[in-house]
């Protein structure tokens, strides 16, 4: 919580940061290496992902999407967490991976993919969820 919040304080002059920010900036860095890569090549931290040891990585990440669309990241940070996979818009990332479960389905004779609202892909997507989803927006 003490790193969210100073992140927050800092997050709009992060060109004047002190030595000892950098250094806790690059241990979450390390925090956020650790957390596995989904089959995209993409590490999508929930924004309440814990890291093992029980730290907030989650909020972490989120906080660093604010500093990004402020457009106050120093771009060494911006080149790291992009090379390491990270997903700056986790909405638009959720539905572009619920679209590509869908099209996987094979359609029928007419075009049509059918999905049974309890479908779950192979790899445990809720498919039939998200179906229902698009649906009722």
């Given amino acids: 919580?003490?790193?969210?919040?100073m992140e927050s304080t800092l997050a709009g002059s992060e060109a004047h940061?002190?030595?000892?920010?950098?250094?806790?900036?690059?241990?979450?860095?390390?925090?956020?290496?650790?957390?596995p890569?989904?089959?995209?090549?993409?590490?999508?931290?929930?924004?309440?992902?814990?890291?093992?040891?029980?730290?907030?990585l989650g909020l972490w990440l989120n906080t660093q999407r604010i500093v990004y669309r402020r457009g106050s990241m120093l771009a060494d940070r911006i080149r790291l967490l992009e090379s390491a996979?990270?997903?700056?818009?986790?909405?638009?990332?959720?539905?572009?991976?619920?679209?590509r479960h869908f099209i996987a389905v094979q359609p029928d004779e007419h075009g049509r993919r059918h999905v049974?609202?309890?479908e779950l892909s192979a790899?445990?997507?809720?498919?039939?969820?998200?179906?229902?989803?698009?649906?009722?927006?």
């Fill in 116 to 118: 049974p609202t309890s």
């Fill in 85 to 99: 996979g990270i997903v700056w818009q986790p909405a638009d990332y959720a539905w572009e991976d619920g679209f």
């Fill in 37 to 56: 890569l989904d089959p995209l090549g993409k590490r999508n931290v929930p924004t309440k992902g814990l890291t093992s040891d029980g730290k907030k």
């Fill in 17 to 35: 940061l002190p030595e000892e920010y950098d250094l806790l900036w690059r241990r979450w860095y390390g925090r956020f290496l650790k957390w």
């Fill in 1 to 5: 919580t003490c790193v969210v919040m």
């Fill in 123 to 137: 790899d445990g997507f809720r498919l039939g969820k998200w179906q229902e989803n698009q649906r009722q927006v």
